[in-house]
């Protein structure tokens, strides 16, 4: 990478802003403002006109800040120089030249690498057939020599070491020596042994127990991941998270068990159990928060582009959420990590037939007591990869 491509770049940003600019009217004209909805429209734009999609991270790394310090992977320059009205990256370089700037292509050899390989290889010697078999032939009559004066020698020597053995006046000491030696040897296991069932005698000793949980409603697994909080005695709360469909293990030697389990779309439940004699496995129904489930489907639900379906999913959220409702959007990223909407912009978010909103999750959601939607926290995950 070279000081140019950096300049290429920012070229390149430009032109996607300008091909963006044809056909739509963001909040802002320069891109390095975009962020929420602006963001979002973009990235369908992208995947319609390039075939392809960059990740909100990427966004944010790269069009965020300017100029930027680093060069974003090959496939992604690509994808924007597409999107810009070229074939490659490339051509959009090759179309784009600074004064006195020659342009490579990295994957061929130039003229004088492939000069000096033909030299390398033309001035290495070349040895006849009859001197590699006569090298080989001295090779092989070393060998030969070597191994029968080794053989000659562990002869001598075995047969001094037969001798010695037979007159050593102190065998019977190092017998005592060996027998010794063997002693503390099977103690040192049997300490062994020892300290390893203390340290895992918790494990040896405990009892694992299984946990499904069901809608009560429906007779389903639950939609939403769990919250189990795990309360002992004289001790911080123990979190666990499990994901829909999932059951919770928990093994403990303990005689009792307290749990607490919150979700974004079912009623809070605390259970205690005398596990003395309780089951292995158990289900335990979670009630769902009806009015919370409206509000989390109708914001995913997809509309098809119908204008009543559209019109019918608006007049749904209006009347699900409070007028005064407190909501935030979280991000994956360190640049931007999270942005509050009101009840209009979040209504307009979800409203919007992007292919985005299938990956809407709900973090938390609550509501008053008139059953008026007060708080949402949400996050629109991303299906690409980290780079």
């Known amino acids: 990478m070279t000081d140019l491509d950096l300049l290429h770049f920012e070229q390149l940003k430009k032109d996607v802003q300008a091909q963006y600019l044809k056909e739509y009217t963001p909040s802002y004209d320069e891109i390095s403002k975009w962020k929420g909805i602006d963001i979002i429209y973009f990235q369908e734009d992208l995947r319609k006109k390039a075939k392809g999609n960059i990740s909100e991270k990427s966004f944010y790394t790269y069009f965020k800040n300017s100029p930027v310090t680093k060069l974003p992977r090959i496939d992604m320059l690509n994808l924007l120089s597409i999107y810009a009205g070229y074939d490659s990256w ?4 090759k179309q784009h030249l600074f004064a006195d700037e020659l342009l490579q292509n990295d994957e061929e050899l130039s003229e004088e690498e492939l000069q000096e390989i033909q030299k390398t290889v033309s001035s290495a010697p070349i040895l006849p057939d009859n001197d590699i078999l006569l090298k080989k032939q001295e090779i092989n009559t070393q060998e030969n020599t070597d191994l029968q004066k080794s053989i000659t020698e562990n002869q001598s020597i075995n047969q001094n070491k037969e001798k010695s053995v037979t007159t050593n006046p102190g065998q019977v000491k190092s017998k005592k020596n060996f027998i010794k030696k063997n002693v503390w040897v099977i103690v040192t296991s049997v300490l062994v042994v020892l300290t390893g069932l203390l340290g895992f005698k918790d494990a040896l000793f405990s009892k694992t127990y299984k946990y499904c949980f069901t809608d009560a409603d429906r007779g389903v697994g639950v939609v939403n991941t769990l919250e189990i909080k795990v309360i002992k005695e004289n001790e911080s709360p ?19 068990l307290k749990m607490q389990i919150s979700s974004p779309f079912y009623e809070y439940l605390e259970i205690n159990r005398s596990l003395e004699n309780a089951p292995d496995e158990e289900i335990i129904e979670l009630k769902p928060d009806d009015y919370k489930m409206a509000a989390y489907y109708f914001s995913i639900k997809d509309a098809n582009g119908d204008p009543e379906e559209l019109k019918r999913k608006r007049n749904q959220l209006e009347s699900l959420i409070s007028s005064n409702a407190v909501i935030y959007q979280i991000y994956d990223n360190n640049i931007y990590g999270i942005e509050r909407l009101d009840k209009q912009k979040y ?4 409203t919007t037939p ?7 999750s ?3 959601m609550k509501k008053d007591n008139n059953g008026k939607i007060i708080s949402i926290k ?4 991303t299906d690409e990869k980290n780079k």
């Open 90 to 93: 490339y051509e959009f370089k």
């Open 238 to 256: 123990i979190l666990y998270k499990i994901k829909p469909g999932e059951c919770f293990y928990y093994s403990t030697k303990d005689k009792n």
């Open 347 to 350: 209504i307009t978010l979800v």
């Open 354 to 360: 992007t292919t985005s909103l299938k990956n809407l």
């Open 362 to 364: 709900v973090i938390e």
């Open 378 to 381: 949400f996050k629109i995950a």
